[in-house]
């Protein structure tokens, strides 16, 4: 890698059927009988519309209100936060929930919470209980308050915000601080803020309830049946306190909760009340080891809540807790004085601390300025607005930021850089970690091109139509050479780029001077038709391209359709595994269990390490004594993807299944933790396959016994013939090929960010050598591109879904990472009819 139903019962009710005599039925004797039987029916049935049209538009409409009035149910609303108490001595006592000092105390304080309430009419009415849950050094009081509303009252829950209760609760203590007797508790503070009301634990009730004293010593707790999975409708807590003088660490080494933070998760609040504006933070889902869930308290207590809804089993938590010196937890910021040098948020890369403010003062040697990038950066916290950060933020020359970033580089205006840093009381994360330079403005990037953000890149980079720096500032004010179209807003592309119908200049003035006029479609295959002939439900172009995407086309069938197995035609791009059953036979959804990292995973900037778990799909193939050769992909239990020409070689033994060994899960070569082995049963060469031109480059590869699917180890999804990946579309290659050409193989999966490049650049930038089986994809400037070893391995993009599809297979290329010389992959969509034949996938 170089620096990749319900059923319609068609059946009609049977109604009673009247027959009505005629004259020659009738009895001439009977004639005035039967006149009045006549009349009394028509009367009767006259009667019986009349009623059932009462009960339809009255009986029937109340009933239907009577049955959506079931549906609904009672709201429970929850309300905690804590109350400072003036004149109470703190007795260690205090902190057992079960010793009768903390149960006359807080007995006293749930009735002075409920007189409080009284004092509102709306509170007053549907206050049902507050329970106090314990009391820290202060003396702080928690507490919560619940309040249930009816059915018949339910429009009424708007009303009940903080804003009542806290008012409510500070009115009322500001009434009894002016008529309060010396045995009232007198309360100087209080706080509230809307809480699950599943969190509202007694903690007198033995059920699930824990109380932990954290030592400088680690100590362990898990989840309830773990490892072999908590309960569903789990309603868990644990109180951690450590001595005054301590804030509380915590490690979750192993953690695996189910991936919907709606049903399944677990909150950790720097309170010992389940109070939103103290929360730390709340996390659901999976985590690697090499990526745990560190947090850390800023003061000497802790609340951690399970929560689970979901009957789906998940083996939890396991938990280690310790004390650690307070002075560590506030201390950060500093003067930096050397020339270059790192520096982190607090306790990176564990989440940091609430409640910090850190100022770093970057001093270099005058005339010189500094450079800062950040190799990570990820503060994130839900409801906040990035443009304004006004919660959690870095300041850098009075600009602030926050959220996750891809990439941060700053340049100073002097010699001085001055970095803050703060986190507020709720919320924390992962933090930054950056780098600092001192560099010369008179030549800030030597032999280098000088970003307008700070950062160098190699001069050919500038002005070749892509944004190597981030910011445009290496394609703006261009002189365009020869080979170069100038956009109208001044940026050069190649001219091989226009009309090739991508947007390339960003403003479409590489495509309106084209060979079709203003109100004419131009198909995919070139030719120009008027406008009016898309959608319409005919198919035009002779590639049907005018209908692609087309709703009301349903019966158009092209190259772009999607094809259901019951044979009708989608024209939707990309329509499977789009979580929408586009099919009437839902078989576009089918099969969708692929293309997904069950490790949560942070995006670390710049980086080109793989993280473990982070391509799950990725194989090494190892061929007899000689270590890895080439990759592969997963694409179910018992078939991998690669590609032909690692196997039809002049060596006969490389087409022996017995020659190979596969190894599925690993991120490190030669190191087996959690990596499957797995021998081949059978090797499959497409027969086109062509040595000389690559042409057909697909393998199939059967295992001799299955894959166990795991944390690490995961299928990637095929995409449709239909699939469409567009130029320009940023995917990943993987593997462990050479760090540079003619380099050694990387003993560490690596990974790079590549391009799709369309395919008439393709065509030319390897001088008519690619054929429809094949696709180009990385930087026609080079410096990133797969190398030799990665053969075989995935090419892979994700889509909106939420889904990774692999688009190609590492074929073939000229060098590595050369300058108009991108990687040619196989393209797996033209191949995907051969997989199926094969594989029955």
Known sequence: MHSARYEYDGRNGR???IDFLTNKEKAPSKRKTGILIGVLAALLILAAVAAFLIWLFVFKDADSKATFSKKLSPSELVFSGHMKLVGVKYDQKLENTESKEFKDLAAKLEATLGEIYKRDPLLAEYYATSVVTAFSEGVIAY???????????????????????????????????????????????VTASFTDPRMARRPTANQCFFRLEAEARAQEFTSPGFPGGYPPRSRCQWQIRASEDNAIFVTFPFFHIEDDCSDDFVSIYDSLSPDDSQAITEKCGQRPPSNPLEVVSSGNIMLINLITDSVVQRPGFSAKYKA????????????????????????????YPPAVDCKWTIKVP??????????????KEPGVDIRVCHKDYVEVMDTKYCGEMSSLAITSRTNVLEVMFHSDESYTDKGFSAEYSAYDPSNPCPNKFACASGICIANDLKCDGWNDCGDMSDEMKCQCEKDQFSCKNGLCKPKLWVCDRVNDCGDWSDEKQCSCEENEWRCSDGDCMPQDVVCDGKRDCEDGSDEASCKTSPGICSDFSFKCKNNECVNKVNAECDRVDDCSDNSDEAGCNCGTRPYKLNRIVGGQNAELGEWPWQVSLHFLVNGHVCGASIISERWLLSAAHCFVTSDPANHVPSSWQTYSGMQQQYKQDGVQRRPLKRIISHPDYNSMTFDYDIA???????????????PICLPSSSHVFPAGMSCWVTGWGALREGGQAAQMLQKASVKIINDTVCNVVTEGQVTSRMLCSGFLAGGVDACQGDSGGPLVCFEESGKWFQAGIVSWGEGCARRNKPGVYTRVTKLRDWIRKETGI
């Not at 199939?700 to 995961?714: H, R, V, Y």
Request: net charge neutral; hydrophobic share 35%.
């Open 15 to 17: 109604h009673e059927q």
């Open 143 to 189: 507490y919560w308050s619940q309040f249930d509303i009816p059915v018949k009252d339910l429009e009424l829950v708007p009303e009940f915000s903080e804003e009542l209760v806290l008012e409510t609760l500070e009115n009322g203590i500001k009434a009894q601080r002016s008529t309060a007797s010396r045995n009232q508790i007198q309360i100087s503070e």
């Open 324 to 351: 650690i010196p307070k002075s560590s937890v506030k201390t950060c910021g500093g003067v930096l004085t050397q020339d270059n040098g790192v520096f982190t948020s607090p306790l990176h890369p564990s989440f």
């Open 366 to 379: 005058a005339g010189k300025k500094v450079r800062l990038r950040f190799t990570m950066f990820r503060m």
């Open 700 to 714: 199939l590869l059967e295992l001799s016994e299955p894959l166990k699917f795991a944390n690490t180890i995961q």
